[in-house]
C-alpha cells in the first residue's frame, strides 16, 4: 500500500491510500479531517500496464473479497497525523476569509462562506459546530446562530430538520464561485 497525493482543495481536501490487487488498483479515500472510521470512498480502476487479456474477467467479487479495509485504515491513521498540521492551516485560513468578511457586514458573501464551513464542520464530524464557528470568526456562539438563521432566511443554506447540518444552495455556490 502507498499514500495518495491528497487533492488539494483546503476545504474539501482528501487522504487516500492505494494498493495493487492484480491487474487492478484501489484507492481508498477519506475526508481529511475525518478522525475515525472507513474511506468515504473506494474506488479500483486498470493498474498502470494492465492489459486487456489482464483486465477480461471484470472486478469480480474474488477481487472485492481482497480488499484490505484493515491495513488501508492503518495506513490512513500513519498518514493522518502528518495531516494535522494541514488541518490546522485550513482552519486557520478558514477563520481569517470570516473575520475580513465580517468586519464589511453581515453580507451574502459572508453568509455564503460561513454556510460552506457550517457544512464542512459538520461533515467533518465537529461536535459542536456553532462553538467552533464562533471560534473562527471571533463571535458568540449566540451571534453565529444568528447569522446561521439569516444565511438560511437568504437561501444560502438548506435546514435538516432536527439536527446541525444542511446544504449549500445554488445561489450559495455561485456566490462562491462553485458549480453545482
Do not use: C
Not at 147 to 161: G, N, P, Q
Amino acid at each position: 500500500m502507498r499514500n495518495s497525493p491528497p487533492a488539494h482543495d483546503d476545504e474539501n481536501e482528501t487522504v487516500g491510500i492505494t494498493e495493487q490487487i492484480g491487474p487492478w488498483e484501489v484507492e481508498y479515500l477519506w475526508p481529511a479531517a475525518a478522525e475515525q472510521g472507513g474511506p468515504w470512498t473506494v474506488t479500483i480502476r486498470p493498474a498502470t500496464g494492465a492489459t486487456p487479456t489482464d483486465l477480461a474477467g471484470g472486478i469480480s467479487s474474488t477481487i472485492a473479497r481482497q480488499l484490505d479495509f484493515q491495513q488501508a485504515a492503518k495506513e490512513w491513521r500513519k498518514q493522518r497525523k502528518q495531516t494535522d498540521t494541514r488541518s490546522e492551516r485550513v482552519d486557520t485560513k478558514r477563520a481569517q476569509r470570516l473575520q475580513k468578511l465580517v468586519a464589511v457586514g453581515i453580507t451574502d458573501e459572508y453568509l455564503a462562506w460561513l454556510a460552506k464551513t457550517y457544512v464542512a464542520l459538520v461533515s467533518e464530524g465537529e461536535r459542536s459546530v456553532t462553538a467552533r464557528l464562533a471560534e473562527l470568526v471571533d463571535k458568540k456562539p449566540e451571534t453565529i446562530k444568528i447569522h446561521l438563521k439569516e444565511a438560511r432566511k437568504r437561501e444560502l443554506l438548506t435546514m435538516v430538520k432536527g439536527r446541525a447540518g444542511g446544504h449549500l444552495t445554488d445561489k450559495s455556490r455561485e456566490i462562491l464561485g462553485e458549480r453545482g
